[in-house]
């Protein structure tokens, strides 16, 4: 009996089918998206109206309105999400009070109301901005809250002139030991510090131009620059005098303050992705 030899089964190997998460619909139109957190557009286009007002009321270009309110909203999206990180926030306690206490301080329920009324928004509206008002102050105090309130500083003065030709002009005089204050007086076109001698006054790394700061921190007190080329003319630097640990004035405090919370907010932006639907 000749004995036959079957072919093996194959059983067939079913094949995963592949899932796509689908990407979620915006419940609303959107005029922009910020990491996935939604803009909407009908809170923009509330936003454009109320500041094309507010610019018509000064006799402004509403004109600039749009864009301006939409990077102000990116900001704004970009700043909570930061704050968030840091683990900043509001209660609805601290925002309810801080909402009487406006109310109280602008004259009352009845003038709130008033004032609601005339600028398009809604009591709501008004707790909203608040909210993102207290969150983005409150991340500025976390963001800056090490900065010093004394820094090594400089105190300068300078001569400014349009050609490189007319700097060392009076280089060579102030090489001989020529009064800087007096030529600043006579040859600098600086107008807004010619008359006191060129006197720039006090101040720490990062309130002047780079190129200004990085020659002033490098002289010794007495001595003069070089011929610096920045902007549009020619400048010689002289340094008065320095102080390593120097107490910053309020207003520089707030300045660096503000320069801290930009690069911050820069930072943000960099980082984060941002599509635009309103200006398509």
């Known amino acids: 009996m000749q004995s036959t030899t079957e072919e093996p089964t194959v059983i067939p190997t079913a094949t995963a089918t592949p899932t796509v998460t689908p990407t979620p619909t915006p419940p609303a139109p959107l005029a922009a998206q910020v990491n996935g957190q939604y803009i909407f557009l009908t809170d923009y286009e509330r936003r454009v109206a109320q500041y094309e007002q507010a610019l018509a009321d000064q006799g402004l270009d509403p004109a600039q309105a749009r864009d301006e309110v939409l990077e102000g909203l990116i900001d704004g999206a970009l700043i909570q999400q930061g704050a968030a990180a840091l683990g900043i926030q509001v209660s609805d306690e601290e925002l309810d009070r801080q909402v009487e206490a406006d109310i ?21 509206d008004y707790q909203e901005m608040l909210r993102q008002s207290m969150i983005s102050q409150r991340a500025m105090e976390a963001v800056t809250g090490g900065l010093q309130t004394e820094a090594e500083q ?20 102030l090489q001989q030991g020529a009064d800087f204050a007096s030529l600043a007086r006579e040859r600098s ?14 101040f720490p790394r990062g309130m002047v131009a780079p190129e200004l700061e990085n020659v002033a921190f490098a002289l010794q007190p007495g001595e003069v620059s070089d011929v610096l080329p920045l902007g549009e003319g020619y400048h010689l630097i002289q340094l008065v005098e320095r102080e390593a640990a120097r107490p910053l004035p309020p207003d520089m405090q707030i300045e660096l ?10 930072e943000l932006r960099a980082a984060a992705t941002i599509v635009r639907f309103a200006a398509e």
């Open 257 to 266: 303050q503000q320069a801290a919370f930009e690069r911050w907010l820069a």
């Open 104 to 124: 109280e301080a602008g004259g009352g329920q009845a003038a709130f109301n008033e004032w609601l009324e005339a600028t398009g928004q809604t009591r709501e």
């Open 189 to 202: 076109t600086d107008l807004a510090t010619r008359e006191n001698g060129g006197d720039l006054g006090w």
């Open 154 to 173: 400089v105190h300068a003065r300078h001569i400014q002139v349009e050609s490189e030709e007319a700097a060392r002009e009076i280089l060579a005089p």
